[in-house]
């Protein structure tokens, strides 16, 4: 059937995707501070296939981008032992039809490049990529295909889990928006306060990149698992694609397979 399998390895989720084309047939996600061998690896790839009712010749090929070398080894090996693959990884060297000139390019983590490739070869036009993930980040391509500047800012995750780590009697909450930033208890009083306060900032940003780039027409676009959560309460993002990643992966699969 000739699926691909993409691998998204994040600071606090793996997420596998199963691509037909450029169409996402079924994902799963893992918890990645969990240890596992291979074996347990392996074991989740299996299940994965299952509940899609695939068989393992029917994946074409794997491609895996990673913030995270630590589980590499036993990732790799879980899919060569269960599928017989050599996976692709996304790293120095791999061709991605974009420019970086950035000041480190090496260190540039693959879960950006993956993201800009995704956008520059699917829109062809000035594009900010918002990555709501374990930390935010803001990364500018070129309609020519540049990549140059980025934001890094703090997760939202990361800012609740702040307010309540670094107070005596703050509770925990849980992130969702309340209808109105005027409360009368603590609980919503925080959630407001982390909402209404990340949407700011992240609107703050965006603004500011545009104007320091003089640009009119740039097309932002936001992903990542609590990007939702923003992304429908500011008109500064154009879009929200959950599946950023997996298509990026399918892109540079397609630019780098023999």
């Keep these: 059937m000739n699926i691909l399998m993409t691998i998204d390895v994040g600071n606090t989720n793996i997420s596998l995707g199963l691509m037909q ?15 596992r061998t291979s074996d347990e690896f392996g074991l989740c790839i299996k299940e994965l296939l299952d509940m899609t009712k695939l068989q393992n010749d029917d994946i074409e090929a794997v491609i895996i981008s990673s913030v995270v070398p630590k589980i590499m ?27 970086i000139r950035t000041d480190n390019p090496r260190e540039v983590g693959a879960d950006r490049i993956v993201d800009i490739s995704m956008a520059y070869h699917t829109y062809h036009k000035s594009c900010i990529i918002v990555d709501f993930g374990t930390a935010t980040t803001f990364d500018y391509i070129s309609g020519e295909g540049v990549f140059k500047y980025t934001v890094i800012a703090p997760g939202l995750g990361i800012v609740a889990n702040a307010l309540t780590s670094q107070t005596a009697k703050l509770p ?10 005027l409360n009368g208890n603590t609980i919503t009083g925080m959630q407001a306060g982390v909402i209404y306060g990340y949407i700011g900032s992240v609107e ?9 780039l003089k640009l009119k027409d740039c097309l932002v676009i936001a992903t990542g698992g609590l990007g939702k959560v923003i992304a429908k309460e500011t008109k500064e993002i154009d879009l929200f694609d959950p599946d950023v990643a997996y298509k990026g992966m399918r892109i540079l699969y397609d630019l780098n397979k023999k």
């Design 21 to 35: 084309g450029n169409e996402v047939i079924g994902s799963f996600r893992l918890t990645t501070k969990t240890p």
């Design 73 to 99: 080894y036993s990732l790799t090996s879980a899919i060569v032992k269960f599928l017989h693959k050599d996976p692709i990884i996304v790293g120095p060297g791999i061709k991605t039809g974009i420019s």
């Design 172 to 181: 925990e909450i849980e992130i969702q928006k309340p209808e109105s930033i």
């Design 204 to 212: 703050y940003i965006i603004k500011q990149m545009k104007k320091e």
